[in-house]
């Protein structure tokens, strides 16, 4: 298994798409109250922060490199689009490996089930469905 030290624009990326999205869908994944939205951006916030220190500790712990876990500095970026967003986050998630920096591996499992769950529900093939 190899491992990337992703670059910063990326985890920026995910923070801007996230603070982008229907706080609703997500707010269970941070444990609010369905409809509650204040300050979700600072979770955000530490949530990508997260990500990205355990994407170094990864990386690091594989390649026994000591690149430093800088603090992420959000200079505003491009969000992605919604399939952009989740194959990002999956390749965190694979990537990320067993670092688990304040919960960051668990959250960022149920963000991406949500998120998918929320793409695929959209899709018109998934609303012209007469499974049930």
Same mark, same amino acid.
């Given at each position: 298994?190899?491992?990337? !030290?992703?670059?910063?624009?990326?985890?920026?990326?995910?923070?801007?798409? @996230?603070?982008?999205?229907? /706080?609703?869908?997500?707010?269970?994944?941070?444990? &609010?109250?369905? *409809?509650?939205?204040? *300050?979700?951006?600072? +979770?955000?916030?530490?949530?990508?922060?997260? @990500?990205?220190?355990?994407?170094? +500790?990864?990386? %690091?712990?594989? &390649?026994?490199? %000591?690149?430093?876990?800088?603090?992420?500095?959000? %200079?505003? *970026?491009? /969000? &992605?689009? /919604?399939?952009?967003?989740?194959?990002?986050?999956?390749?965190?998630?694979?990537?990320?490996?067993?670092?688990?920096?304040?919960? !960051?591996?668990?959250?960022?499992?149920?963000?991406?089930? !949500?998120?998918?769950?929320?793409?695929?529900?959209?899709?018109?093939? &998934?609303?012209?469905?007469?499974?049930?």
């Amino acid at each position: 298994m190899s491992t990337i !030290c992703f670059e910063d624009e990326k985890f920026i990326r995910v923070y801007d798409s @996230l603070c982008r999205l229907d /706080p609703g869908t997500l707010a269970h994944v941070w444990d &609010y109250p369905e *409809g509650w939205a204040e *300050g979700l951006d600072v +979770h955000f916030r530490s949530f990508v922060q997260a @990500l990205r220190i355990a994407n170094i +500790h990864a990386y %690091n712990e594989r &390649y026994e490199e %000591n690149e430093p876990a800088r603090i992420l500095s959000s %200079n505003g *970026g491009r /969000p &992605y689009n /919604p399939i952009d967003l989740i194959k990002t986050l999956r390749s965190i998630s694979y990537n990320i490996d067993d670092q688990d920096v304040n919960g !960051c591996a668990d959250r960022l499992e149920r963000l991406i089930n !949500c998120l998918m769950a929320e793409y695929i529900s959209e899709l018109p093939e &998934y609303q012209q469905s007469d499974a049930w």
